[in-house]
């Protein structure tokens, strides 16, 4: 088993930044990736990074594309997203992921096999 815990979640205002972390214990993978999804209060979860562990490709929402950045630290088991000028639009609970197959796309949720609980972000206009 893996567990998630996310952190680094608040109320800011728009154009601030924020940077979430996600811890990952237990059961490890040197294989598959990690991504970032979000949800809205009424909407579906939606993706909005993911990186892969070993190569460290990453891949983007377009939506947050030259905004937010995904890193990993290996050595800490440790995902971060770096979100830069937020948006109102942004806001949601924000959820990490954990999956031990490299598939060619990280975008669907559903080939993820570990979630976090979540963390909160708040963007005020």
């Known amino acids: 088993q893996v567990q998630l815990v996310e952190s680094g979640g608040g109320l800011v205002q728009a154009g601030g930044s924020l940077r979430l972390s996600c811890a990952a214990s237990?059961?490890?993978?040197?294989?598959?990736?990690m991504g970032w999804f979000r949800q809205a209060p009424g909407k579906e979860r939606e993706f909005v990074a993911g990186?892969?562990?070993?190569?460290?490709?990453?891949d983007y929402a377009g939506s947050v594309k030259g905004r937010f950045t995904i890193s990993r630290d290996n050595a800490k088991n440790t995902v971060y997203l770096q979100m830069n000028s937020l948006k109102p639009e942004d806001t949601g609970v924000y959820y990490c992921?954990?999956?031990?197959?490299?598939?060619?796309?990280?975008?669907?949720?559903?080939?993820?096999?570990?979630w976090g609980q979540g963390t909160q972000v708040t963007v005020s206009s």
């Open positions: 237990g059961r490890t993978f040197s294989s598959g990736a």
């Open positions: 990186i892969r562990r070993s190569a460290g490709t990453t």
């Open positions: 992921a954990a999956t031990s197959i490299t598939f060619a796309t990280m975008t669907n949720p559903q080939r993820y096999d570990y």
